[in-house]
């Protein structure tokens, strides 16, 4: 397991009013709890701050996969156009569900899940953020029920009448097929981004395959090791105190192929898993986007399509003007709302992008820095094993 | 496949009965009709044995026998580990080539985009590693090319330990003369028709041929010993020569493309979330 360093974090020793801002989070020490279909894993988020919005310098919470969600789904929820930092995968075959491998893993990745909130600008000021890194057992119990229950929010209802009537509106303007917003750069924006995936999900498939063949060819010079000591001790001699080296060397370098293995799965393929995921939380944001603008264009549509309707109503029924004019504010309101939503997203997309250039270059540069390392390494380990072993060779060979 | 009548009473009978066993040629394609070969070869074992059993009363030359026959099942399980790991080695080839491919495209794609500096060093990054890759497949598949021929010196051992057999088999002075492996097969083939023609065995030349066998055990044995050593100081180098490659950059004798790749891909600058390992290789 990686220990991360995070860039932000000073000395503890340091005194906080003289030190720069800020904010350290580990996830970290995976515990099984429960028993049977009812077990999990919990984990410890400890938080370290000088900021004045958090209760005191560290705080150690207990918190579960669910309550990571939580977290995901409200600022989802709440903050549009920003590309949430996405989740490790939700199910997992049973069998593997507590698996060593596959609980350091999430643990790898929920740890970056919070380090990633902790670094954005925006997300980590949010009363969410602040609630799941402090609040006791019980209050987030408390929030992530309310969330998943069926008792929703008054804005939910809200929200699904103004749906039903965009539908409707739909109808009454002829409207049948769902607008969607068609600019060049946009375009290609989209289709950048769907490619992406598929040429990511290709690496990641096969940097999968090349974890499991180290493990394979480790298996394979464990065999011969043991097989060559075996043919070593039925000669006897010399011999076979020679072939009994050759053969420990074999079995040394089958661990180190495991361990590489290990490495490549951590620091290699599972950034590329993660790079996966965040292209996805993209694709997330764009159905947001395509959602506010086609509120933004129905509203707009309707508006104009009152406005007329208005004009002829002055002129031939007065009375019915008052009523409708009121009506029409509010609908004008609405859609400017709308379309203000609808150009945040826009904007807020704008900036995401950028740091998301900028975060994944840096990202896949260290995979293949940790990749030409680990190979590297494991190269040389293997060249130094069996050349240290060939002089005795050559001296049994003269004898 | 054992005898009828007992060969204790006819000496002669036993020995027409086993033909001489012709060694089994190295395949075209080192490693893939092994098994194969192997499964001849010990049929072949277990018939000859069968027909010595009975006559045999020279405890020495037995303890050899044995001997041989243990060398033989460890000597096979060897070589099947071998084949196993050529196979690993081979498929692990295989799927670096597809990782190094899997990441031409989307170096070329991320080119084509253009958008921003960081997409264009991403770009750059991308396919420097996909050339590294393929660079180090190259190397391996030649290394395992080497090692498939290296296969070949077992074969060699196996053309050996079949014409002893066969010369045991028959009693007969099978290695008599220093030559070298494959002469030895031919006057083998001389030696037994001889001695079929003849069909008469005294007791004299019963010893004679003990005492022959047991010189012809001992130059077999150390020729054994150190065709086994050769045998594993090739195989030990092919392995020590799989990290070297031909130099591109000058001050590397070792892992030069993967050195390059590390220089190449250096983090630089502050990252949002750092993620290096304290732990650094002492490579670089």
Partial sequence: ?399 | MTPRESPRSNPVLSTATFTAVTAPTAPAKAGRDFWGMFKDLMRTFANGWVGVREEEIDANFLAHKDKLEDFEQHLTATSLQVEALLKAYDDLTATTAHLGIAFIKPAKFEKDQNTCSFQTKRAVDINNFANAVVEVTRSQIKQNAEFGKHLGAIYEYLETMTSVHNAFTDRSNALLHERSRYQKIEELKVTIRATEDAKSHTLKEYELIKENNMNAIRRFNKEKHQGLVEMLKRFVRNQAERATFPRKVSHSTCTAPWLVAINLTRPSGPIGIDRLSPTLCSLE
């Fill in chain 1, 1 to 399: 397991m990686i220990s991360a360093e995070r860039s932000q974090s000073q000395s503890p020793r340091s005194p906080a009013a003289a030190g720069a801002p800020f904010l350290t989070i580990s996830v970290t020490d995976p515990v099984k709890m429960g028993t049977g279909v009812q077990s999990y894993i919990s984990y410890r988020v400890i938080t370290k701050t000088n900021l004045p919005e958090f209760e005191g310098q560290e705080k150690i919470v207990i918190r579960r996969y669910s309550d990571f969600e939580w977290l995901h789904d409200r600022l989802a929820e709440k903050y549009k156009g920003i590309f949430i930092p996405p989740l490790p995968e939700k199910n997992a075959v049973e069998k593997f569900r507590f698996s060593k491998e596959f609980i350091e893993m999430r643990c790898q990745a929920l740890d970056l899940f919070v380090n990633r909130i902790a670094s954005h600008p925006e997300l980590k000021q949010t009363e969410d953020f602040r609630i799941f890194l402090q609040a006791d057992e019980e209050k987030m119990d408390r929030a992530r029920s309310y969330e998943t229950g069926i008792f929703k929010k008054p804005s939910d209802f809200l929200q699904m009448f103004k749906d039903v009537q965009s539908k409707v509106s739909d109808v009454v303007l002829g409207k049948e097929k769902p607008v969607e917003e068609s600019t060049p750069e946009y375009e290609k924006l989209k289709n950048y981004i769907f490619e992406l995936e598929n040429h990511l999900a290709e690496a990641q498939k096969q940097a999968f395959r090349l974890v499991k063949r180290h493990r394979e060819l480790g298996q394979s010079l464990a065999d011969f090791g043991k097989a060559i000591k075996l043919l070593g001790a039925c000669e006897g001699d010399s011999l076979e105190k020679v072939f009994s080296e050759v053969g420990s060397k074999s079995e040394m370098l089958s661990v180190k192929l495991q361990r590489e293995a290990d490495n490549l799965l951590f620091h290699f393929e599972e950034p590329l898993k993660d790079y996966v995921r965040s292209v996805q939380s993209i694709k997330a944001t764009m159905v947001d986007r395509a959602n506010a603008f086609r509120q933004h264009f129905d509203l707009d549509q309707e508006r104009k399509y009152k406005e007329l309707n208005l004009e002829k109503l002055k002129f031939m029924n007065p009375e019915k003007f008052s009523e409708t004019e009121v009506e029409f504010r509010e609908l004008k309101a609405d859609s400017e709302e709308a379309t203000k939503r609808f150009e945040h997203i826009v904007a807020v997309m704008e900036e995401e992008l950028a740091r998301f250039q900028e975060q994944k270059t840096a990202d896949i540069g260290l995979a293949f820095h940790e990749f030409a390392k680990g190979q590297a390494k494991l190269a040389k380990d293997i060249a130094d094993a069996w050349r240290s072993v060939l002089p005795k060779l050559e001296a049994c060979s003269t004898s």
